[in-house]
């Protein structure tokens, strides 16, 4: 599950970069909306990562 966790992050920061790079304006904040799931995301496996 954890592996699953990162897997997902990884996935939406390359989605932001590959439609903030290539798609520019088009699609607006949706982008950014990517970013800010896997900023989520990360926050959420640091914060339950540490727990046995």
């Known amino acids: 599950m954890k592996d699953l966790i990162w897997l997902i992050v990884v996935i939406l ?5 590959v439609g ?6 088009s699609v607006g904040s949706l982008i950014h909306i990517l970013l800010v799931l896997a900023v989520i995301g990360i926050l959420y496996r640091l914060a339950t990562g540490r727990n046995p």
Not at 13 to 17: C, L
Request: glycine share 28%; proline share 0%; charged share 10%.
């Open 13 to 17: 920061i390359i989605g932001w970069v």
């Open 20 to 25: 903030y790079f290539g798609f520019g304006e």
